[in-house]
């Protein structure tokens, strides 16, 4: 199921009917005792599924951020090895490093989490090139020891990035949020009182949730709303910057 943050928005007018629905509920039925043992464990329910999602979408949040400064220091430690490599070859690769990170710059703008053509091909060309000069005159005897696995890093970090994209919990833990949001409005409407009826605590109670909700699944999926970590592509720009 294909969630967006914005379908949080269907929520607020939702949870607006439900709770004068469980009002209107309540006053006819002025002597039926109420159930706060019920209030509470869906209330209780609610909160704790609404805290321990927003917990885990803020965790892989940071990840993302993390996994960023992960393949800049990849790309950079394998940039800095490149003078094991014998002088003459140095320049071309160089300019192909620098390519390379403009490639993975802008990944929160793209709808596709696959790695881009032009990301896979220098990939190939720095490999490619790297292997046949490894043991090239003028290339250090360590250059293979050292280069390579750095080069390796630097391209697995690519798939790492590609599936913590996708890393996200069952579909089902957000269906269950929408359905005991609704609940909990109903619940909330049928427990107030005739003298406690207010359009301002209704649109508050629906708003608030709607906000929390949005917000969770903003952060949840950082390519599909407003949330885009831009930011993220300053410390690759910096590096790029310095490979001269």
């Known amino acids: 199921m294909n969630i967006s943050p914005f379908d949080a928005f269907f929520l607020f007018p939702a949870m607006i009917v439900l709770l004068q629905l469980g009002h209107r509920l309540r006053l006819r039925r002025k002597t039926e005792p109420q159930s706060a043992a019920i209030e509470g464990a869906v209330f209780g329910l609610f909160g704790l ?74 990939q190939r060309e720095i490999w490619q090139k790297s292997v046949a000069n490894v043991v090239a005159p003028g290339a250090s005897p360590d250059a293979g020891k050292l280069l390579l696995p750095a080069l390796n890093a630097m391209i697995d970090i690519t798939a790492t990035r590609r599936n913590a994209f996708n890393m996200h919990p069952p579909s089902i833990i957000f269906l269950l949020l929408f359905l005991l949001s609704g609940g909990a409005a109903f619940l909330a409407g049928y427990g107030m009182a005739a003298a406690m009826r207010s359009w301002l605590y209704t649109i508050a109670f629906a708003f608030t949730v709607t906000l929390t909700i949005y917000a969770t699944l903003e952060i949840e999926y950082p390519r599909q709303g407003l949330v885009r970590l831009t930011n993220t592509d300053e410390t690759l720009l910096q590096l790029r910057d310095s490979m001269k």
């Open 49 to 122: 599924l609404l805290a321990f999602t927003f917990s885990g979408a803020v965790t892989r949040f940071d990840a993302h951020r993390d996994l960023v400064i992960e393949e800049r220091n990849d790309i950079e430690t394998a940039y800095f090895r490149l003078d094991l490599l014998p002088p003459e070859v140095q320049p071309q690769l160089r300019r192909a490093f620098q390519d390379y990170v403009t490639s993975r710059l802008h990944l929160y703008d793209r709808p596709s989490t696959e790695v881009s053509q032009v990301t896979e091909q220098l």
